[in-house]
């Protein structure tokens, strides 16, 4: 049985496989597939970086794949303390919907893997109403469907998804306050 490379998840390190191993893995070693044992050292050298990356284990971490951060991150120089108080505050996260894209974000710092919490129709409605159809920044009115939801403090900085935090902004003024 050949096993291809993306199908490796490293779901030993929740699910208690002894020696890290895709349970078709081991039927693949013990059946001499020539296939198997590079992939074997392979997967035994990604075990090893998580483990010394990432010690502690939560369920979430089964759905990573490990093997695409392990090809573009096993060189990095990376603090696994840093790494952890990191991921222990971005667990705790509400506005953090998902938890299993957490490993990506402390190392790219792309927040798109996060899918943070948006705001909600009425949270949008409310802030419109309250601007009274003016863009936040440039003063100018738009209809609510041409406007964009915006968190005044940006998450990144610790602002929340709450209706406090959420400001409307035209489409323009929010693409270049994006890029800032
Ligand atoms: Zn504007």
């Known amino acids: 049985m050949k096993i291809e490379l993306h199908e490796i998840r490293i779901r030993d390190l929740v699910d208690g496989y002894s020696d890290g191993a895709d349970p078709r893995f081991y039927k693949a070693l013990h059946q001499h597939d020539p296939n198997a044992t590079p992939l074997w050292l392979y997967f035994q050298k990604v075990?090893?970086?998580v483990k010394a990356t990432f010690p502690k284990t939560r369920p979430p971490m089964k759905h990573v794949d490990w093997g695409c951060l392990y090809n573009k991150f096993a060189e990095a120089p990376l603090d696994a303390k840093m790494l952890?108080?990191?991921?222990?505050?971005?667990v705790a996260d509400s506005d953090v919907q998902r938890k299993s894209g957490i490993w990506e974000y402390?190392?790219?710092?792309?927040?798109?893997?996060l899918n943070i919490r948006?705001?909600?129709?009425?949270?949008r409605l409310e802030a419109?109403?309250?601007?009274?159809?003016?863009?936040?920044?440039c003063r100018e009115h738009f209809e609510l469907e041409e406007m964009e939801?915006?968190?005044i403090t940006p998450w990144r900085q610790g602002g929340r998804t709450i209706p406090d935090n959420?400001?409307?902004?035209?489409?323009?003024?929010?693409r270049r306050k994006g890029a800032k």
């Open 47 to 49: 075990i090893s970086w």
């Open 149 to 151: 939801a915006d968190h």
């Open 106 to 113: 402390v190392l790219d710092g792309d927040e798109r893997h």
């Open 118 to 123: 948006a705001f909600d129709g009425n949270t």
């Open 128 to 137: 419109y109403e309250r601007q009274h159809g003016l863009c936040a920044i």
């Open 166 to 174: 959420c400001q409307m902004l035209c489409r323009d003024c929010n």
């Open 84 to 90: 952890e108080v990191e991921i222990a505050r971005l």
